[in-house]
């Protein structure tokens, strides 16, 4: 029908069933479908707006107790929350894993893919989905791919755009805006003075859990640490990828005093990827703009320019792991609460060029600035050792080249312009801060 009140589930399903023979045409009107759209062919897709319109799964009846804080982000707790039927489980796992459009080959040959004008709605529930299975729209194992002037939008734990294993990809126009998730119904709601005493970044939420994932027996919700439990756009396993103007804003969670950009990434680039490229895109209101965390072989040959990101609620441009030969010209943050641009661990190679980075240390709420992170290390750019307990924990930013910089604040909102607590080969040039609370650099003394 087309007219976003009946349900076309079946009438796309089987339209997509024939997506190599034709270019399908929603001729611009909008299609209520419910549950995941499964495309493993050749697709080119145009003129359509998808809208989710599952109901998430009660999980009052599975979340009965509160967790206790957890340091660890890789443990797993038994709150006492009751075991999932056997009968019941698959359809709890199907409710918390919406992929709205899943375009993913049935074989291991790849696919290609042309999206032209599409928007997809996650649905209006902030409760629903999951941080690691659900998705607007989930691209994995193709080559060959067009994304132009793609929407995304809607509520839910999960992605916006997941795209993975995928090489030569081209993105251009891309929006996604106005995500929000919402805690499982069963768990405390979120008040800000509730996380900041705990810690922003170490708040237990449940989780879903079948035997044998993390070493558990029963299936069941179990206590985790928080991790990013929303992130608009992610890019992994990818080679040969260019991403022209596009623009991710309002990620958010949504809290008792009015939604934050807390624990939701904007653009994300991971695991063994290379060849990227972005240009002249905008990241607004989310918990880190750009996260650069690599795993396997690293990523390498990066190049981000013309980028903008403002009210970011912990960095601006997150830059770690594995990355080698990176370059960054023409940066803008604007409000960040802990630092403009961070580099951590086995960072290598890596220029930063022309960059402004204003107003650290304060984010905007409700129209007003406020300083969620307590003093002591929010600075302009901060170079930091390795995280965890493997051998990569040593390592650190190593040949890193700084030229025209500038960072401005305030003396009681950030502390320093270039903080170093872990940065060998560290080479400034054309470097300025104003309104730093103790330094204008530190850790330098001993690097050129």
């Known amino acids: 029908m087309g007219d976003g009140r009946a349900d076309d589930t079946a ?29 493993f062919k050749d697709i080119c897709l145009r003129n359509v707006t998808l809208v989710q319109s599952a109901l998430p799964i009660n999980t009052a009846n599975y979340i009965v107790h509160s967790c206790v804080p957890v340091q660890n982000p890789s443990a797993v707790t038994d709150c006492g929350d009751p075991v999932i039927r056997k009968d019941r489980f698959a359809a709890v796992w199907k409710s918390l894993s919406i992929r709205t459009l899943l375009i993913r080959p049935a ?83 979120f008040t800000e003075a509730r996380v900041a005493a705990i810690g922003w970044n170490a708040v237990p939420i449940h989780e879903l859990r079948e035997p044998g994932r993390d070493g558990v027996a029963a299936p069941k ?9 929303l992130t608009c756009a992610f890019f992994a396993n990818v080679a040969h990828v260019v991403i022209d103007n596009a623009r991710v804003e309002r990620c958010l969670a949504r809290f008792a005093t009015g939604d934050l950009p807390w624990q939701t990434d904007g653009l994300d680039i991971g695991r063994s990827s290379s060849d990227i490229r972005v240009n002249n895109s ?18 390498q040959d990066l190049v981000i320019t013309g980028l903008s990101v403002s009210n970011s609620f912990s960095f601006g441009l997150k830059m770690g792991y594995e990355l080698r030969n990176a370059t960054v010209r023409n940066l803008a943050v604007d409000r960040a609460g802990l630092a403009g641009v961070v580099l951590y661990g086995p960072v290598k190679d890596v220029r930063i060029s022309h960059a402004l980075i204003q107003d650290v240390g304060v984010v905007r709420r409700n129209r007003a600035s ?51 607590t872990g940065g060998k080969h560290i080479h400034v040039m054309h470097f300025g801060a104003r309104g730093f609370g103790i330094a204008r650099t530190h850790g330098m003394d001993d690097l050129r």
């Open 370 to 420: 406020y300083s969620p992170w307590p003093a002591g290390n929010r600075a302009g750019i901060r170079f930091d050792q390795g995280l965890g307990g493997s051998s990569a924990a040593a390592a650190v930013p190593d040949n890193v080249s700084l030229e025209d910089i500038t960072v401005v604040g305030q003396p009681n909102r950030y502390e320093f312009g270039i903080l170093n």
């Open 107 to 189: 074989g291991n040959d790849p696919i290609r893919v042309n999206l032209d004008h599409v928007k997809i709605d996650r649905g209006r529930y902030a409760e629903g989905g999951s941080r690691s299975d659900s998705a607007g729209i989930w691209l994995d194992g193709a080559d060959g791919v067009q994304i132009r002037n793609v929407e995304i939008t809607g509520n839910g734990k999960g992605y916006g755009l997941l795209v993975t294993n995928t090489r030569n990809v081209s993105v251009s126009n891309l929006w996604i805006h106005d995500l929000v998730w919402a805690p499982y119904r069963g768990e405390p709601g």
């Open 11 to 39: 009438a796309i399903v089987r339209a997509f069933q024939h997506s190599d023979a034709y270019c399908l045409d929603g001729e611009g009107r909008t299609y209520r479908v419910a549950g995941t759209l499964r495309v």
């Open 282 to 299: 905008k990241v607004a209101t989310t918990w880190e703009g750009i996260d650069i965390a690599a795993g396997g072989k690293g990523i």
């Open 221 to 229: 919700f179990y206590g985790v640490r928080i991790q990013e439990q």
